[in-house]
């Protein structure tokens, strides 16, 4: 009963948009006041008093509306049955959307690509702002330094560098052409390695620092040759971070790096023997800082040449000479000389010689060692450390 009276409604509002609006509206009414008195033949009345209403509207729709009187609760179901409908139809055409391919994948992958990127760029955007000045906080209340570098390292990350990474990652939810995907690996690797040489930076400075507060003396001061030596060090230690990303990158890429390797080996001895005297003297300034023969503002004599160093390099040392010139000598040729360090030297021997004439009387020979002792003590200054210090007086002949 009630499924016929839907019918019936249905039909009726299909007639109003061809009958009329006025019309539909009166065979309506009477349709909704059947349908709530549950009659089968009133129904079968509504249907047969729309149909009549074709050939006399005006009669047909005055008797309808004369025998029931619409009321709420009727009104009330034929808006419900509406609203399903115009649900069902907005599910429809949200489904027909979702399915509907782009690049040969749904819609629905897109989205979720779209929604993944945009999340993993908010957290790397929280994790450089927020989580840095919360770190950078905790960093504050501490003594140590390593959390220092890993604040410096977060607040140095470039998202732009990153960006395509993050795209890469999220595009693996969808199937794209190989020439694509290749693409975006390739912008995507070579934006997380340069990212990494950004961070490796910071590593090896904070690193060196770390070294040169270690050998800091009691008076504040480092160590000399240590510190001249931060540029060797620095150079050597982030071309070896470079070569390390660089063949990481490629093996990454798919490139074969076991050929390359031995390729550059080969190379690498064919440069070395070219550039023999270069690498002798950046091996020598490596080995000066190691083995420490001298260091800066250390006087020091090598052959016939004499002075204060001012520099330790890469490949020279510069030696200031007393008579105001500056004195350059290779790394390589300091190692192969004979070096005197005279800054090392805690004291230094002196030995005068005192002539006493043939007449003098054995008395006073005896006496002569005293004299000069007592002479040479009265020079010790009123320091903790004397400066000058007695150590034997004897006869020659």
């Not at 409604?9 to 007639?15: G, L, N, Y």
């Not at 470079?242 to 490139?255: E, F, K, M, Q, R």
């Not at 190691?290 to 040449?305: A, C, S, W």
Request: charged share 15%; hydrophobic share 50%; aromatic share 6%.
């Amino acid at each position: 009963m009630i499924c016929s009276a839907m019918v019936a409604v249905a039909v009726m509002s299909v007639f109003a948009v061809t009958a009329g609006a006025a019309h539909a509206a009166q065979a309506g009414h009477a349709a909704l006041a059947m349908q709530a008195q549950g009659g089968d033949a009133r129904s079968a009345s509504s249907i047969d008093s729309a149909a009549a209403a074709d050939q006399s509207p005006s009669s047909a729709a005055a008797k309808a509306s004369a025998s029931t009187p619409v009321t709420a609760g009727s009104v009330a179901k034929a808006k419900a049955v509406a609203a399903e409908l115009a649900d069902e139809a907005a599910d429809a055409l949200n489904l027909a959307f979702i399915e509907q391919r782009f690049l040969g994948n749904p819609v629905l992958s897109w989205l979720i690509a779209l929604g993944t990127l945009v999340l993993l760029t908010l957290a790397l955007y929280v994790l450089r702002g927020v989580g840095a000045r919360r770190l950078a906080r905790i960093a504050a209340r501490t003594p140590l330094k390593w959390d220092d570098v890993a604040v410096r390292i977060i607040q140095g990350v470039r998202i732009w560098l990153l960006f395509p990474a993050l795209v890469y990652a999220s595009l693996s939810v969808l199937l794209l052409p190989a020439g694509g995907t290749r693409a975006i690996h390739v912008v995507a690797l070579i934006g997380v390695a340069v990212q990494l040489l950004i961070s490796s930076k910071q590593i090896v400075d904070a690193f060196l620092e770390y070294l040169l507060n270690r050998s800091r003396h009691d008076d504040g001061e480092p160590d000399p040759a240590l510190a001249s030596s931060m540029g060797v060090l620095r150079v050597v230690l982030f071309g070896l971070l470079i070569i390390i990303i660089a063949l990481l990158a490629l093996d990454n890429l798919g490139v074969e790096i076991t050929p390359m390797l031995t390729g550059l080996g080969i190379g690498g001895i064919a440069v070395a023997l070219a550039v023999q005297n270069v690498l002798s003297d950046l091996l020598g300034s490596v080995s000066i800082l190691l083995d420490k023969p001298f260091t800066v503002g250390d006087f020091i004599v090598v052959g016939e040449q004499m002075g204060t160093v001012e520099k330790i390099g890469i490949k020279s040392t510069r030696v200031r000479a007393l008579s105001g010139e500056q004195l350059i000598f290779a790394n390589s040729d300091l190692l192969g000389s004979r070096i005197q360090n005279f800054r090392r030297m805690q004291e230094r021997r002196v030995v005068f010689g005192i002539g006493v004439v043939y007449e003098t009387p054995p008395e006073k020979l005896r006496r002569v060692t005293g004299i000069i002792k007592a002479a040479i003590e009265r020079q010790r200054g009123d320091g903790p450390t004397p400066l000058v210090r007695f150590d034997r007086a004897h006869f020659k002949k």
